[in-house]
């Protein structure tokens, strides 16, 4: 089995509000998917039908190729975006309690946050109060709560929302771990830049519809402009801009160096290489920098939206 | 099951272990205690008061008629002026002054007979004093007449009926005010629990919902688990603090009458009625009332209302706690619950008693939202047995019924935040 969570036509009503219009998804083992989407599109709506918390009206999810049923809860660690615990609870008991409902025994449960606790040098907390804590040391224990029970896929809803920059690092990392260790994992967020840096895969969802889903690389690549960012050093600008112009589409653009060269995008048409591009620009001067414009998921994601508007 | 278990016993500790929980579990006792032997001791103090009335009496035909007693000493001032007696009292600080004017006619002595006083006179005073007047004029009107006291007072009959019902079981008129006393405590203490505790499961689901762990939660347990786990787990806890209430509450009781001497029984009204039945024949009776009472049927029943009641009341405090953000948002849908719990008190204590197998009492014994209460005070009365069955089959219906309304709003409720939702918006949760 390749993939460990598929949706296939999901969709979800909430009176006549369409939250999420036949949503099909792919999700292969040990990746890390991120799904995007404005606020409102239907992220969560989807990743809580994935939770079992609500029921879609049509469609079917897959885990590990057998239909959602409740037991599959163990399986599953998740991370909402509303998150908090009870406040005048003790942590090492409420730890155990929400373990304890995910299937886990108390004994085992003990042990393996007791190996927690020494991992993140928490381990005098066992008594503490949640309300004698700081708002990142429970966004800890909340991260601790989510991966006891050790589960084979992930979901993080806006997992960098909320969390202080020490904290949204050390889950980076861990999600990264986790991942080593076998886990898949499932996130959403509009932050762009976390997708750039983690994710394998990635759905787009806007008003309710994926619009766009598959690898990164390859949706970056079926975004690609064959633009490249050029600094050149060139005897005669006005001359080389001419030429230039009547075979590539340019624009100045502005990065930093060392060299006083001319700083500009080309992109080059379809019938043309990079390397005829390279060829060009040999015959005219000295190159210091040719990098292709790689779209970013942010690019990707502003253009997509714009497109179906 | 297991997670059930769990919730359960998570929702009881959270409880029990609660500061406010434990002080209210020992201070309430004590504060109850405090209370009855406070009022015991200000109504002896109340009573051993003696009042001292001075009477003028022009015609002074009436002095002779008026007998002190523990309550009330009667002194004669008719052999002074009017401005000196009443001067006098005012002095010495009596109680006040009965002033009978000059005349043979009844009729008008029963219109001009005054009473003076600087405060005035509190009304079981009046009263004593107003039937004391009555009761000498009339004999001496009778007398005037040339009526035979004596064959009067012979052929005056004290009628107490025996009341018996078709099986031959003898009740009394006293039997009454048992079963009222039995049927109204089980009504009221029923109301009580069901405020306190369906109050504390409401607050429990806002405190998760402003937790914000909620969602961690359901996504491992079904709404319906957390919120019937919930509600157990209050009652359990609400049932532990009941059972150290009455221990402590009886032990402590028992210890201050020792301590104190006060005769705690003699301030409770059934006692009283008992003492003004008076003869010990009638003290027996109370006692084979309270024994011939359906006992088992009462503390059965009292079982499944009791439970059925508050398993009602409390899934509708769930559902409200479920669908606001805080506690001050909650008084706009108090009303469902507030009404039928006041109706069933009022019904009971005006209706029941008055008439316990009349058409008001019949159909609010019916209604699931009121039968709790008012069946409770119904049943010492005695009720058939299908009756019974029928309420209670048409309470579990509505349980069911309004459990599976209340899941549902609960469902979408608890993962709502920042609206404060109209009737409407809940009716439009009930089909998402």
């Known amino acids: 089995m390749q993939n460990l969570l598929v949706a296939e036509n999901v969709s979800k009503n909430y009176g006549d509000f369409r939250a999420l219009n036949k949503l099909s998804i792919e999700v292969p083992k040990q990746s890390i998917f991120g799904i995007l989407g404005p606020n409102g599109a239907g992220k969560t709506t989807f990743i809580r039908i994935v939770n079992q918390i609500t029921m879609p009206d049509e469609g079917k999810i897959l885990l590990d190729g057998e239909p959602l049923q409740p037991e599959h809860i163990q399986y599953i660690g998740y991370l909402p975006e509303e998150r908090g615990l009870y406040k005048s609870m003790k942590v090492g008991e409420q730890v155990l309690y929400l373990a304890q409902l995910k299937g886990l025994s108390k004994k085992e449960a003990t042990k393996r946050l007791k190996y927690w606790f020494e991992r993140l040098e928490i381990g005098d907390w066992w008594n503490k109060k949640i309300q004698e804590l700081s708002k990142g040391m429970a966004q800890k224990i909340q991260f601790i709560v989510t991966v006891l029970h050790q589960p084979k896929l992930l979901i993080f809803d806006e997992p960098f929302s909320g969390f202080d920059p020490v904290n949204a690092n050390l889950i980076r990392d861990e999600i990264l771990k986790l991942r080593e260790d076998g886990a898949t994992i499932l996130f959403s967020t509009h932050r762009m830049e976390s997708v750039e840096e983690l994710c394998d895969y990635m759905a787009l969802i806007h008003k309710s519809n994926k619009l766009l889903d598959g690898k990164v690389s390859a949706i970056k690549k079926q975004f690609k402009s064959n633009t490249y960012q050029v600094g050149v050093e060139v005897e005669n600008e006005e001359y080389f801009l001419q030429q230039a112009k009547e075979k590539f589409n340019i624009e100045p653009t502005f990065f930093h160096s060392i060299h006083q060269d001319l700083q500009v995008n080309i992109q080059i048409a379809e019938q043309y290489s990079q390397n005829d591009l390279l060829a060009f620009l040999m015959n005219h001067g000295r190159i210091n920098h040719f990098v292709e414009v790689v779209p970013s998921v942010n690019d990707i994601f502003i253009k997509t939206i714009q497109s179906h508007a | ?432």
Not at chain 2, 329 to 354: A, K, N, R
Not at chain 2, 379 to 405: M, N, Q, R, T
């Open chain 2, 1 to 432: 099951m297991r997670n059930l278990k769990l919730i359960i016993i998570r929702e009881y500790l959270a409880r029990v272990r609660n500061k406010t929980f434990m002080i209210m579990t020992f201070l309430s006792p004590i504060i109850m205690v405090g209370m009855v032997v406070l009022i015991a001791y200000l109504s002896s103090l109340n009573s051993d008061e003696n009042k001292i009335v001075a009477i003028y009496d022009e015609s002074e035909t009436f002095f002779s008629e008026f007998k002190s007693d523990e309550n009330i000493s009667y002194l004669n001032f008719s052999d002074m002026p009017l401005e000196t007696a009443i001067d006098s009292v005012e002095h010495n600080d009596y109680y006040g002054l009965l002033f009978f004017p000059n005349s043979k006619d009844y009729q008008y002595l029963a219109r001009h007979t005054e009473f003076f006083a600087n405060k005035a006179p509190g009304i079981s005073f009046i009263n004593e004093i107003e039937s004391k007047i009555s009761s000498v004029l009339t004999e001496k009107e009778l007398q005037y007449r040339g009526v035979d006291l004596n064959a009067i007072n012979q052929a005056k009959t004290e009628v107490n009926l025996q009341i018996e019902n078709f099986s031959g079981e003898e009740t009394s008129k006293l039997s009454n005010y048992v079963k009222m006393f039995f049927g109204g405590a089980a009504g009221y203490l029923l109301m009580m629990f069901i405020i306190i505790y369906g109050n504390m499961v409401m607050r429990s689901v806002i405190e998760e919902k402003t937790n914000r762990i909620i969602e961690i939660i359901i996504s491992s347990v079904k709404p319906i688990q957390l919120m019937i786990g919930k509600i157990l787990g209050t009652s359990f806890a609400g049932i532990t603090q009941f059972i150290i209430w009455i221990i402590f509450g009886g032990i402590l009781l028992f210890v201050v009458t020792g301590i104190f001497g006060v005769d705690i029984s003699s301030s409770s009204p059934v006692a009283t009625t008992q003492l003004d039945a008076g003869s010990q024949d009638e003290i027996r009776k109370l006692l084979t009332d309270v024994i011939h009472l359906p006992l088992a049927k009462i503390i059965g029943c009292f079982l499944i209302y009791f439970i059925g009641g508050y398993f009602l009341y409390s899934s509708v405090y769930a559902a409200i706690g479920a669908a606001v953000d805080s506690e001050t948002d909650t008084q706009q849908f108090m009303f469902p619950i507030v009404i039928p719990l006041m109706l069933g008190i009022y019904v009971g204590f005006f209706s029941v008693i008055d008439n316990p197998h009349g058409m008001v009492s019949t159909i609010f014994s019916y209604i699931p939202l009121t039968s709790p209460v008012v069946m409770l005070m119904r049943i010492p009365f005695g009720v058939a047995w299908w009756e019974i069955l029928l309420s209670i089959l048409i309470l579990v219906l509505s349980i069911f019924a309004l459990v599976w309304i209340a899941a549902k709003i609960y469902r979408v409720g608890i993962l709502m935040y920042g609206k404060k939702p109209s009737y409407k918006e809940l009716y439009r949760w009930l089909k998402y």
